[in-house]
C-alpha cells in the first residue's frame, strides 16, 4: 500500500498518519490490488479539512470533511471513502451475477403468444 501524507497549515504528527493508516488498510479488503492514497490534512480558520483519494483496481475514490476536530474528520471522509468503495464492489458484483448465460435464458420467453 502506498500513502502520501501533506500538511498544510498543520504540524506533522506520527499520530494521525498512523490513525489514518490504520484506516486504510480497512479498506484493503474492497479491493484487489493495493491501494495508492493520498492524504492531505489541512486546518482553514477553525475547521480541520481532510481530503482523501484512494485507487485501486483502476477505480479513483474520493472524499472530503470539514470538522472542528481533525481525528472527527478523518473517521467521518473514511465513511464515505467506505461507503463509495462498498457500492462500487456490489455493483460489480451484481453485473457478474446477472452477465447472463443460462439461467437467464431459461427465465421469460420473449416471443408471441402461447396456446
Do not use: C, W
Not at 474492497?30 to 493520498?38: C, E, T
Not at 492524504?39 to 482523501?52: A, C, D, G, Q
Not at 483502476?58 to 471513502?81: C, N, P, Q, W
Amino acid at each position: 500500500m502506498e500513502v502520501s501524507f501533506t500538511f498544510r497549515n498543520v504540524e506533522s504528527s506520527e499520530a494521525m498518519k498512523n490513525y489514518a493508516k490504520e484506516k486504510l488498510t480497512r479498506l484493503q479488503k474492497y479491493v484487489r490490488s493495493p491501494l495508492h492514497a493520498d492524504v492531505i490534512f489541512s486546518h482553514e480558520r477553525h475547521l480541520h479539512r481532510v481530503e482523501i483519494s484512494v485507487g485501486g483496481d483502476g477505480h479513483r475514490f474520493t472524499g472530503t470533511h470539514e470538522s472542528g476536530d481533525m481525528y472527527a474528520s478523518i473517521d467521518l471522509v473514511f465513511d464515505k471513502i467506505d461507503r463509495q468503495l462498498r457500492d462500487a464492489k456490489d455493483s460489480a458484483t451484481d453485473r457478474r451475477k446477472g452477465s447472463g448465460g443460462v439461467a437467464q435464458m431459461s427465465g421469460k420467453h420473449s416471443g408471441g403468444n402461447e396456446f
